[in-house]
């Protein structure tokens, strides 16, 4: 009997271990991230304003490449836009993005978006005149600050 109630102890902690390590990484699937920009930012065929965004590949297995943006409290979805894999010479502890410089007169336009740890990102897809002109534009990345928690304030993202 002393056997059996080991058995039984050692398979529960297994079980708790494989849960939590399953909790822990839980947006590690859809690379959920959140984006705070301090200015309006332009993605393909739209401007988003000022604001917190919550970026996530879509759930289907067939296609990986699609990148929804959301409000920060995931209740309003802005666009799901197509995307290419794109590759960066070293991983980060922190998101990602570039941005093409288009001027004062134009929002800065979101290019790459790397989810942490990641060498594959996502190269955001836009027209080709657009894309040309993008090409030209002085390109910066930036780091986003990882929250501690759910409960935090959303990271800075200045541009």
Do not use: C
């Amino acid at each position: 009997m002393k056997i059996h109630k080991t058995y039984i102890i050692i398979g529960l902690i297994v079980a708790f271990a494989a849960f939590f390590e399953l909790t822990a990484h839980a947006d590690e699937l859809d690379q959920s991230t959140i984006l705070t920009f301090s200015q309006p930012v332009q993605v393909p065929g739209q401007v988003l304003p000022a604001g917190t965004y919550v970026f996530t590949l879509t759930s289907s297995d067939a296609d990986r490449n699609v990148v929804q943006i959301f409000n920060s409290a995931h209740t309003h979805l802005y666009g799901m836009f197509e995307t290419i894999p794109t590759e960066r010479r070293s991983s980060t502890d922190d998101p990602a993005i570039t941005f093409a410089e288009q001027g004062s007169e134009n929002p800065n336009a979101l290019l790459t978006w790397f989810y942490p740890g990641r060498l594959t990102g996502h190269e955001f897809v836009y027209s080709g005149r657009k894309e040309k002109e993008l090409a030209r534009d002085t390109q910066e990345t930036v780091l986003a600050r990882q929250q501690p928690s759910s409960n935090s304030e959303p990271a800075g993202m200045g541009n």
